[in-house]
């Protein structure tokens, strides 16, 4: 099968701006929040949600929460120690250059999606509920059940912010290693759910792929083939 490699597609070319963000600008290049506020307006209005519940929530922190930004840099740092049962990972692998994840403590914005309670479905879900349907975007005791297809829909909402951001030249990372333990995160008084993807958003000054090492320079994706099967 030919592999079609050349597109003209101008969606593919603004996805194609993609970089992973080590070190944010600061300073004059922070983004304008009424900037940031639009952009995300504009992916909640056109991300798809099952049964339009939307479990999830997207917690916005800016340049004055810089505290927060602290604490949740050290949750990762914990996360990656107990992972891997290092004691400081700071000192014990870092001390030439900060995780990748260290973007969060230069970031403009920063994003913790968590998990979401509708507590006042819009009256189409009521009619529903009313014939019997149950859904656990409703209820405090099921919400956790839905780790899962909430995860899967932040992902989508996440990837729409990022081709939006792309398309204005702003810069986007994600990180994974933090603890999902609500128990971590009693500092941080807005995160009462599991939370489910941190990122980071601003103007890109030091990029993983421009500053790679040798051997990071082997960390590619799989195979094409080996991800996609057309089933003949």
């Not at 992973?20 to 952009?39: A, I, M, N, P």
């Not at 990071?216 to 003949?232: A, H, L, M, S, W």
Request: proline fraction near 6%; charged fraction near 25%; glycine fraction near 4%.
């Amino acid at each position: 099968m030919k592999i079609v490699k050349k597109s003209n597609s101008k969606v593919f070319s603004v996805l194609s701006k993609y970089r992973y963000v080590r070190h944010f600008q600061s300073g004059t290049s922070r983004l304008k929040e009424k900037t940031v506020k639009k952009l995300l307006y504009q992916a909640w209005k056109v991300t798809p949600s099952k049964n339009n519940f939307m479990p999830y929530k997207v917690h916005v922190l800016g340049p004055k929460h810089q505290e927060y930004k602290d604490s949740i840099f050290q949750k990762c740092l914990q996360n990656e120690g107990d992972s891997d049962g290092v004691i400081d990972p700071l000192t014990d692998r870092y001390l030439e250059q900060l995780p990748n994840y260290a973007n969060i403590l230069t970031c403009d914005y920063l994003l913790i999606f968590t998990l979401r309670v509708e507590h006042y479905p819009n009256p189409f879900q009521q009619m529903l509920i009313e014939r019997g349907h149950n859904y656990p975007a409703t209820k405090e005791n099921e919400i956790e059940t839905l780790v899962t297809p909430a995860s899967l829909e932040v992902g989508m909402f996440a990837n729409t912010f990022k081709t939006l951001c792309l398309e204005k030249d702003i810069d986007v990372a994600f990180t994974g290693c933090f603890p999902y333990d609500i128990t971590h995160w009693r500092d941080i008084p807005f995160v009462k759910r599991e939370p489910l993807l941190l990122m980071t958003i601003g103007k890109g000054k030091v990029f993983r792929q421009d500053h790679a090492s040798e051997v990071e320079k082997t960390d590619y994706k799989p195979d094409y083939k080996k991800v996609i099967n057309f089933v003949g």
